[in-house]
Structures are given as structure tokens and as C-alpha cells.
């Protein structure tokens, strides 16, 4: 057994422990079969292990309030898969909570914690580990499919008299090692070099997505135990595959077990209720200013990447931490900081100091904002004044493009700088171009029923959105689905429509979007430089009448790909198109292509460029702009036989 040392008191309570998963919850020890319980509350007048054994009274498993600081801890013959909670003893009546640094719990509706055996896990991803502590993350392929992962894939089961709404749907789940099995090959398959999980940390509500958590430390227990998850992660990174998961610091739910005035008063949330409550979201936002939290945070952080080799986190809701008028819209609402103003400085200092934290630990980690705020310096170093997060999901773009697409083609000349204003702040902070489950869900209609027209109109401006955002600069984000092309938004209770793929024109666009992935990991020039002004120019950006454009990126290595967008279904024949150089150039992709569902207005032909400028560039090809389309034309002495794609992968 161990006792907690001074240190790791001193270091927790200085906000400074980042390792604080090592001492608190509850740890067993084999050889001397007892299992160490450690918990924060200071507001308690006593705490103890509540267990079946005790009838959940905590009766013979008193902990000792060990510092005044509020630290209890005591030892005792629990063996593991024992549940068991605190029973806290306040002046207003005893409370059962859940283990704060629990790192497994009951399925849920149950909700106690569970205890385990140290973890045998054993890794076999040195290799990606190894390569992935070498990368640039900037100047790397960064295409990510985000999953929901009890509604992916389901099992179809039916429905008998004894089963319960949860029951029934547990039974639906794929597993862990399931999702191994068939989640891993899939995104192998269609070129997505990461997969990214909603919060996967415990939570009550499945409806919540794993947004409003209760276990910080325990992989969701819906799926599995925590070595299927490792088990899970290991599986994607043998195939190549990075993982991210979400992660909510910003707000935990208000259910009783949980985190909510935890020893009887505000603990881990603001004693100020208008510091504390989202009301939009029903939880409490964490108190950032108080040490304590800030050890629990960003120990959780670091368990995460550390313990499951996680190669990063996508941080949720980081506008409702920097603002401390989120949610707050009327004068009486209103809060302000000691300067006046609305920045939430106890949660930017945090933010600091976690991403500090986590790039000393995990230089290699992925730190992605999920950040609808305008405030600069997201992704700036901390040293220089940033928030230090490595990325920034770009939600203009994301927003701005999705208007534009939604319109008739005859109302798109009229917003052309929908397309064009992006790239006006593009390289202020390293983007992310997230298509995600929040815009897919709750009326927002799918991806396929944004676009306008018929349904061949529909699958063309689908195509054309999908290769304009994989050719513009900034990392990729699809929500799963969103690759067939599906009529139906994300059914959060059910799993996609994979019959879809009966049909062919699905099949087609899932053919399209995997056509379009492994283009993407193939040209450097989609990647190397999307944080580089010299890694886009410009062909023709004004075209607004005709809905046009064409820009040209370029890789470290100096090539180059010249790539048209027509936003129109007119067929444009002997199309003058400025290119960088003189010489020889070859389609080399176009979504307009019979096998993905187009028209098939392609060009076989080799295009030699003549000596005639156009928009600004002294050479130019004539060609042919497919409609709703895009085309990717090379230079041909630049095109290895081998690498053309034209008719697809």
C-alpha cells in the first residue's frame, strides 16, 4: 500500500499535480489485497467507502482526514469489481458520490464506481508511437472521421418483454473490440489518417453524447472495460490510424452522484451562481481558479494521453470558458472582471497552463479548440501571449461555406465572398475545416439535404463541397455518415443508414469520398504548407459571375497542383485557365467522373498551355469545367504514371 506523500499533497493543493490520478481514487494492491481510497472534500465532517458489504451506509470504512486542506484517506480488504461510492457526512445529511478519479463505473442507470486491477495491458503500437513522436503535425495529412460510437454501427437485436429501454439498447452496442474489428478496417479503407470519438468519458444520459460527464477517469463502461479500450486504440494505431477523443473541461452535469456540490458545498464549480450555472446547458461550470480543480483537469488531460496513448483531445466549448458572459445576454445577467470587460481571466490562465502542461508532457499531442470566439492567438504559443492549443476548429469557414452551398445556383454570384473571405483571415491561427455532428443534427438536415437542386443536383454539389474543403488549406473533419451521402440527418438513437449503399448513387459518393481521401494523403501539396502563405495563391478568385474558382497549391518541394471549383451546372467548354507554369498538364482528378456519380465531363487529354495570360499568369490551358465540379490538373513531367487517379482509387 501506499500512503500519500507529502509532496503529492503539496503539488495538488498548489494546482501543480498533474500526475494526480497516481494517489487519489482508489488503488488496489495485490499482495497485500487491500485497495487505498484517497478523496478531496473539504467541506465534509466525515467520509467513508460505501459498499454493498456496509448496506451503503460507509460503516466500518472510515476514511482519516489526513492534511486540513481536506485530503481523506484510509485502506482496506475490497477486492476489485467491488462497487462502491463515498458516503459524505455534511451538516445537512450524508451524500453518495461517485469516485471523482474513479476509473471504471456500473453501466449506467446504475452509478456507482468500480474498483480495478491495475491495468496488464500490453502495447504493440511502438511503431506508431515512435513515428508519431518524429512527426510535424502541421505539415502532415490530418483527415479526420469523427464517430459517435453507440450509434455507428448497432447490433440489430430484437426487442423481448423483460428488457428495459436501457437494457435494449446495451444490447445494440458494438463493443470496444468490436468497433476494433470492423470501425478500424473501415476507416483504413477510405483514407482517413485519424478517427476522433465524442467524449467517451463516463456520463448518466445517452442523449448527452458523453457531453455532460460524471467519470473523468473512466472510459464509458457502455462499451466495455478500459483495456478494451486500449485495446481498441492499440488496433488503430497497428493500422496507421491516430485517435482523438473530445474532452469537456468547461461544465459538468448537475446529477446527484456526481461531481455537483460535491461535500455538501461548492466544490468543483463556482460558488457563485452566475459564474456556475449554464442555463442553456443545465451544468456547472468548474471553478478554474481553484488549485485543486486545476490538478483534477489537467491530470485528467494527461491520463488520458498518457495512460491510452491518445494522440490528442479536441477541447469543447472553449468560447463558454473564455467568456464570462457565454450565456449571459440581459444587463441584469451580466458579469464582468476586475478591468471590465467580459474575458473569463481565471479560465484563460487554465487554458494556459494546461496546454503548457500537456506539450511538456506530450510534445507530439493534438490540441484542437472547438472555439466559436473570435479572440486571436488560439493557436499562438503561451510564451507569446497565445492560449497554446495547436489547433483551432475554423468555424467561420465551416459556417460561410455551408450558406453559399445552400444557395440556388442562381443566388450564388450574388455571395461569392462567402468563398473568398475566409482565406482574408486564414492564416491567423492553424485551422481545422470541420463538417461535424453539429451540423448534421437537431433540423439542421444532413449534409446531402443542405445542398440545392435535384437529386443529381444534390450529389454534384456534395461532391464539389467535399473537394473544395480537401483542397483547401487546413486540417479535415467529417462527421461519420456524411460520407454516403445520406438523405436523413444523425438519428442520435439509431445507426446510420448503411442500406443506403443498396442504392448506387450512394455507393458512388461513398466511392468518391474515399476517391478523394487517399488524393489528399497522396499530394503533399494538400498539406505540406497549409499553415504557409506560399502553400496557396490564387488563379482567379473575382469570377463571380460564372460562380468560379481556381487557386493553386503548392507543396515544401516546390510542386504544384492547379485546382477550378464551378459552382454552376453549366458545362464550360474551352475554359481559360491561368497555370503557374509553362508546360504539359493532365487532369488528374475530377468529381464530376461517371463512377462517383457525375456526368463524366472529364478530360483524357493531355492540355498544353499556350503563351496567353490570364489573371495575372503569362501561361494558361483550355479546358473543360464540369458542372457543380472540380477538377486538379498537374503538370504531367511532375505526374508519376503510377500516382494519376483520374479514374479513382
Known amino acids: 500500500m501506499q500512503e500519500v506523500s507529502e509532496l503529492d499533497q503539496y503539488l495538488f493543493h498548489q494546482g501543480t499535480h498533474y ?35 456496509n448496506s451503503w451506509t460507509g460503516e466500518g470504512y472510515e476514511l482519516e482526514r489526513i492534511n486540513e486542506q481536506g485530503l481523506w484517506s484510509g485502506s482496506f480488504s475490497i477486492e476489485p469489481a467491488v462497487t462502491y461510492k463515498y458516503a459524505i457526512h455534511t451538516d445537512q445529511g450524508t451524500l453518495l458520490k461517485a469516485d471523482p478519479y474513479g476509473r471504471y463505473a456500473e453501466v449506467r442507470p446504475r452509478t456507482a464506481s468500480v474498483i480495478t486491477k491495475p491495468s496488464t495491458y500490453e502495447w504493440h503500437d511502438d511503431d506508431w508511437m515512435t513515428s508519431k513522436s518524429k512527426g510535424n503535425p502541421y505539415t502532415s495529412a490530418i483527415n479526420i472521421y469523427e464517430v459517435h460510437p453507440g450509434t455507428w454501427k448497432k447490433h440489430d437485436v430484437e426487442w423481448t418483454a423483460d428488457m428495459t429501454v436501457d437494457s435494449y439498447t446495451d444490447a445494440t452496442y458494438y463493443s470496444y473490440r468490436e468497433m476494433a474489428e470492423a470501425l478500424v478496417p473501415y476507416v483504413k479503407e477510405m483514407g482517413y489518417t485519424h478517427v476522433e470519438f465524442l467524449p467517451l468519458t463516463e456520463h448518466p444520459f445517452d442523449l448527452s453524447w458523453g457531453y455532460q460527464v460524471t467519470g473523468y477517469y473512466a472510459p464509458t463502461s457502455r462499451f466495455g472495460t478500459p483495456d478494451d479500450f486500449k485495446y481498441l486504440v492499440d488496433c488503430c494505431h497497428q493500422a496507421g490510424i491516430g485517435v482523438l477523443m473530445d474532452w469537456v473541461p468547461a461544465h459538468f452535469c448537475k446529477d446527484a452522484h456526481g461531481l455537483r456540490q460535491f461535500d455538501g458545498a461548492p466544490l468543483y464549480e463556482y460558488s457563485d451562481p452566475k459564474r456556475a450555472d449554464k442555463k442553456g446547458w443545465g451544468t456547472l461550470t468548474f471553478d478554474f481558479g481553484r488549485n485543486e480543480v486545476q490538478s483534477f483537469l489537467i491530470s485528467n488531460a494527461n491520463f488520458w494521453l498518457q495512460e491510452f496513448h491518445l494522440d490528442g483531445l479536441r477541447v469543447d466549448a472553449v468560447h463558454s470558458m473564455t467568456d464570462l458572459n457565454f ?34 508532457y506530450h510534445p507530439e499531442a493534438l490540441v484542437m479548440a472547438e472555439d466559436s470566439s473570435d479572440i486571436p492567438m488560439v493557436t499562438a504559443p503561451v510564451d507569446q501571449g497565445g492560449l497554446g492549443f495547436n489547433f483551432k476548429w475554423d468555424l467561420g469557414f465551416m459556417h460561410d461555406t455551408l450558406d453559399y452551398f445552400e444557395l440556388e445556383q442562381s443566388e450564388r454570384r450574388h455571395h461569392h465572398q ?5 482565406m482574408m483571415y486564414r492564416y491567423n491561427e492553424n485551422y481545422v475545416l470541420p463538417f461535424s455532428h453539429d451540423e448534421v443534427v437537431h433540423g439542421k438536415r444532413s449534409m446531402l439535404d443542405k445542398m440545392p437542386g435535384d437529386q443529381w443536383q444534390k450529389f454534384a454539389n456534395l461532391r464539389a463541397l467535399y473537394g473544395y474543403t480537401m483542397t483547401y488549406p487546413g486540417k479535415k473533419l467529417l462527421f461519420m455518415g456524411s460520407e454516403l451521402g445520406l438523405y436523413s440527418e444523425w438519428k442520435d438513437k439509431e445507426q446510420v443508414d448503411w442500406f443506403i449503399l443498396d442504392y448506387p448513387i450512394h455507393h458512388k459518393m461513398q466511392t468518391y469520398v474515399k476517391a478523394l481521401n487517399h488524393l489528399y494523403t497522396q499530394y503533399p501539396e494538400l498539406y505540406e504548407l497549409d499553415y504557409e502563405p506560399e502553400g496557396f495563391s490564387w488563379i482567379d478568385v473575382d469570377n463571380a459571375e460564372q460562380s468560379i474558382i481556381s487557386y493553386v497549391r503548392t507543396s515544401k518541394s516546390g510542386r504544384q497542383l492547379v485546382i477550378v471549383l464551378n459552382f454552376t451546372g453549366e458545362v464550360h467548354y474551352d475554359y481559360v485557365l491561368g497555370v503557374p507554369a509553362a508546360g504539359s498538364y493532365q487532369e488528374i482528378f475530377n468529381s464530376d467522373r461517371e463512377e462517383y456519380g457525375g456526368s463524366n465531363q472529364v478530360v483524357e487529354d493531355i492540355l498544353y498551355s499556350d503563351k496567353a495570360a490570364v489573371n495575372g499568369y503569362n501561361n494558361s490551358i483550355k479546358t473543360k469545367l464540369p458542372p457543380f465540379g472540380m477538377a486538379i490538373y498537374q503538370k504531367l513531367e511532375e505526374t508519376p504514371k503510377n500516382k494519376l487517379i483520374a479514374g479513382g482509387i
Not at 31 to 47: C, D, G, I, K
Request: hydrophobic content about 40%.
Open 327 to 360: 450565456e449571459n445576454h440581459t444587463p441584469e445577467e451580466k458579469i464582468f472582471n476586475e478591468e471590465g470587460t467580459s474575458e473569463h481571466k481565471e479560465a484563460v490562465a487554465f487554458i494556459r497552463k494546461l496546454n503548457t502542461v500537456i506539450f511538456d
Open 418 to 422: 462567402h468563398l473568398t473571405f475566409p
Open 19 to 53: 500526475e494526480a490520478y497516481q494517489f487519489l481514487g482508489a488503488h488496489y494492491y495485490s499482495e497485500q489485497q487491500m485497495t487505498t481510497f484517497t478523496v478531496w472534500a473539504p467541506n465534509a465532517r466525515a467520509v467513508a467507502v460505501a459498499t454493498d458489504s
